[in-house]
């Protein structure tokens, strides 16, 4: 094991989670009907495409100890959620990426077993999260809430662990107007105090008055 594998596993979590998140948008169409859509500008089909390749190239690493990857062994994961693929449905890519957190769940678990077990007796083994394990508190969050039907944002903390605060990412927020050009204040959400908090993984969060995050910076 090694820590791409370990980055990889997170990664490939995060881009499923977006993907489940998209195909499961009203409207969303998949198969021959999304290549077209996605042709003629339908966000969620754009963005589950740019998310598979993502989701191809990490879940390969992750399966990869040292060495480099194939083409091939990109293409084959990118296949199992490639909304435009002929027969394609968002309930099939919802399914699939279902499958496939099973088995990076797997794969890690079975990661951490092998690592654990190399170190000497006695020894204090390093932790690669908080949490003791291979997967970051956020990722195991978002596996309980696909397997439990939920969206797969719902309740991740500012830090990604069950302490934080929530950071309503997957809820909409009213928009604040006028003001002005700058994207962080034009897309600033009701209530936010002028001030902003960045987190371990450089991601920025607008701050309420009583200084917990609101919402995330997106520009």
């Known amino acids: 094991m090694n820590a791409r594998q370990v980055n990889a596993g997170n990664t490939t979590i995060h881009h499923l989670a977006r993907m489940y998140d998209h195909a499961g948008e009203p409207n969303t169409s998949a198969g021959l009907t999304g290549a077209i859509t996605g042709f003629l500008g339908d966000q969620n089909v754009r963005n589950m495409n740019i998310d598979k390749t993502a989701v191809g190239t990490e879940s390969a690493k992750m399966y990869v100890n040292g060495g480099q990857t194939t083409e091939g062994e990109i293409h084959q994961w990118q296949g199992l959620v490639d909304p435009t693929s002929t027969g394609m ?3 099939k890519i919802q399914g699939n990426i279902k499958e496939i957190l099973g088995l990076i769940q797997g794969k ?3 990661l951490q077993t092998v690592w654990e077990s190399g170190m000497p007796e006695g020894a204090k083994v390093p932790k690669f999260q908080h949490n003791g394990g291979i997967l970051s508190d956020e990722s195991l969050k978002i596996i309980d809430n696909i397997r439990s039907g939920q969206r797969p944002f719902t309740g991740i903390t500012e830090d990604g662990t069950p302490d934080g605060k ?3 990412k997957n809820q909409d927020q009213p928009q604040a107007q006028n003001q002005g050009t700058d994207p962080v204040k034009a897309n600033a959400p009701a209530g936010w105090s002028g001030k902003t908090q960045q987190d371990a993984n450089g991601n920025t969060y607008y701050l ?3 200084g917990k ?6 520009q």
């Open 89 to 91: 449905t968002t309930g």
């Open 213 to 218: 995050p609101i919402g995330q910076v997106r």
């Open 208 to 210: 309420g008055n009583d």
């Open 108 to 110: 890690t678990n079975a």
């Open 166 to 168: 929530p950071i309503q």
